[in-house]
């Protein structure tokens, strides 16, 4: 099966326990369900919409497991014809809380950027790397806005498929004649469900 195919059932798979959660809570004592109002709760799963520097569109789907979870992500940046791509991934972090509607979370991923036309078919890889700090507002029990720098280092070998990922500047070696390495600061922009 093709990763991007793997990645995407489970997303959905995520999306469908989070509804099952949703309909059927687990009981809990009063100390757990207070403070787990404010963010991740053991065992629960999230999603989160943003954009970024990097893709337009991005969905994650967040496993918790008390302050710590896994993020599994898929993206896609539109662009014309020969420069749409997308990218998947996945990640693990940590969830801290830091005041009744405030939180913070702050994980490091790793992923694949591919085009859109005619993906894992290339004369080359990457690997995108990504440390992300998230600084979330809780709107409402299940809605939170979040906003938060990234630090991204892009790894390119073989005949890449796109010179930069990012609208930002980058930094960039070439540790061999057909390696390249980029690196660069970036923002992101999202809503948590």
Known sequence: MKPFALLALWLWAGAAAAEVEAMSPLAMDEGEASSSKRGLRRGNVHMELWASDIQLANLAVKVGGGPFYLTLFAGLEPGGRKDARFNFGVGVGGHMVLSHRLWLDLDITGGAVQPVQKPLEGD???VLGQLRLMLGVQVVSRFALFVGPTYNLWYVWGQPDFA???R???SESHPKADQRIQ????LQLGMHF
């Open 168 to 170: 930002m500047s980058v």
């Open 183 to 186: 690196h660069w600061p970036g």
């Open 124 to 126: 080359g890889g990457n």
């Open 164 to 166: 930069s990922v990012t």
